[in-house]
């Protein structure tokens, strides 16, 4: 991936672009060995603004959130949030800064509830999370936010199924819920339409436009061909000369 490649296109109607913008990625870089997986991308991110970040397997896209989320830490360039250089700030900081995300692999409890799921999420997310010995009223309180997070991503009435029992399609949704209920202020996705039909694809596509206003999206997408393919692309980075 390299920065010479990148391209914009339109940004948002509904991101004004006006004020400090959220995230600014400058020049960043990250090589694994003999491999550079990511070369010298910059791209700026404004309250409102949703960016889609486009190439095929391979070009980076994984490697730049997981750069963003700070689950890796550049080899060169920098990365600031809310104005804040986090270049070398760990992920637990930048998700209580406001970074919320999905994985491109699936990291779901596949033998608890849907509602439950969320709540794990809700208390930190960790395996550790799934002992529930809280007291009534946090939990609660959990529940309350877990509930408000599934009816944003149309599962308020699937709460109660086992996840193994949820479609492709809205174990994605599920993921996205797990996201929101840390109430973040950037949210990742990467790959959110991988391995969904079209009907799913449109779902997706409406739940992500619906998204709440101050949760400012990026998604990764292997393609620029169809809308339907990249939900969220209303400004484009290309991640290679495809
Ligand atoms: N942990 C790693 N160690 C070594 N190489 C890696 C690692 N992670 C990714 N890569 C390499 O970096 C490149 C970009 O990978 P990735 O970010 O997953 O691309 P994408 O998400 O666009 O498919 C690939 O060549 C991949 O093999
Ligand atoms: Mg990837």
Known sequence: MAADTTTATAPDPRGSGAGAPVLVIDEVGKRYGGVQAVDGISLTLHAG???GVIGPNGAGKTTLFKMIAGDVIPTSGSIQL????????????RARM????TFQISNLFRDMTVLDNVRVAARG???KARVFWWPQRANDAVSNRAIDALAQVGLHGRRDDIVS?????EQRQL?????LVGEPQILLLDEPAAGLSAVERVTLKQLIEELPAPCRSCSSSTTCRSPSASPTASCAW???GT
Do not use: N, Q
Not at 165 to 169: A, E, N, T, V, Y
């Open 175 to 179: 993921e996205i819920a797990m996201a």
């Open 125 to 127: 997310g960790s395996a």
């Open 238 to 240: 290309r991640t290679d």
């Open 49 to 51: 603004e949703r960016i």
């Open 82 to 93: 809310f104005a804040k250089d986090v270049t070398r700030i760990g992920a637990a900081r």
């Open 165 to 169: 029992d949820l479609s492709h399609g």
């Open 98 to 101: 406001g970074v919320g995300r």
